[in-house]
């Protein structure tokens, strides 16, 4: 079992920034694919950026260009630095953690981001 523990969320200002951190109770071996989502009020868990084990990344269009994903080894940790943020940037996010069949999520952080 691997634990997530998301962090960094608050509230900002539009333009603003922030970096959210998941903190993994374990360390990232093998084949794995880490990921982050967002779910806004009514609305379904939308996936945001990943990051693979080979450090290939992609990003859903709407934060390409504006947000980072990236990760250290040493602390268990995948980030997420978001910048230029704007309202609809505003969700619950959370942090995933897949490996074949086994997955896990953090518990979530909430970003709100104010006009």
């Known amino acids: 079992q691997v634990r997530l523990v998301e962090s960094g969320g608050g509230w900002v200002q539009a333009g603003g920034s922030l970096r959210l951190s998941c903190a993994a109770s374990?360390?990232?071996?093998?084949?794995?694919?880490m990921s982050w989502y967002r779910q806004a009020p009514g609305e379904q868990r939308k996936l945001v950026a990943t990051m693979t084990s080979r450090l290939n990344t992609n990003y859903t269009d709407s934060v390409k260009g504006r947000f980072t994903i990236s990760r250290d080894n040493a602390k268990n940790t995948v980030y997420l630095q978001m910048n230029s943020l704007k309202p609809e940037d505003t969700a619950v996010y959370y942090c995933?953690?897949?490996?074949?069949?086994?997955?896990?999520w953090g518990q979530g952080t909430q970003v709100t981001v104010s006009s």
């Open positions: 995933n953690y897949v490996s074949g069949r086994i997955e896990y």
């Open positions: 374990a360390r990232f071996v093998g084949i794995y694919t």
